[in-house]
């Protein structure tokens, strides 16, 4: 399975962890990453990622959400196909940074994880014209465990 995990969530673990969604949410995402590592799951970046990250201004940050980013064994790069569906996104009423991650992830058939609430709304009121499963890491992890608990008995 390919998980695209968006910035938000590869920040998410360095964010201040006082509130109990932001530490339920970076547990989650430790927990997502370390099954990357084992190779049940497959995690993918893309130059959309790459570039956002470029962008974080603090750079202890910037190399930490690097070293997480670097687990990914998938890259996805910019082709024109990832383009043209970029502009369906853009139609839809999504920012250019939402558009671009969800062309790239929707690209290679992953699930893509993210912690922006405004991003998933989004994703529910279009669900009629995007097959691409968006969900906060937290809800998707409870999915799979339940998923493999049923498989087990």
């Not at 709304?121 to 009629?128: A, G, H, L, R, Y």
Request: aromatic share 6%; hydrophobic share 40%.
């Amino acid at each position: 399975m390919k998980i695209y995990l968006d910035v938000c969530c590869l920040c998410r673990p360095f964010d201040n962890q006082a509130m109990n969604r932001i530490h339920l949410e970076s547990e989650a995402i430790k927990e997502i990453l370390l099954r990357c590592t084992t190779c049940d799951w497959t995690l993918v970046t893309s130059d959309a990622i790459r570039y956002e990250i470029s962008r974080i201004p603090d750079m202890t940050l910037k190399r930490k959400v690097e070293q997480l980013a670097a687990i990914a064994i998938e890259h996805v790069h910019i082709t024109k196909k990832i383009s043209e569906r970029y502009f369906s996104f853009v139609g839809l009423g999504f920012d250019s940074a939402d558009a671009l991650h969800l062309a790239c992830a929707e690209s290679i058939g992953a699930i893509m994880l993210t912690t922006d609430d405004a991003l998933i709304k989004i994703i529910k009121s279009n669900k009629d014209k995007i097959s691409l499963k968006v969900i906060n890491p937290v809800e998707w992890l409870m999915e799979e465990s339940r998923y493999a608990d049923q498989n087990i008995e």
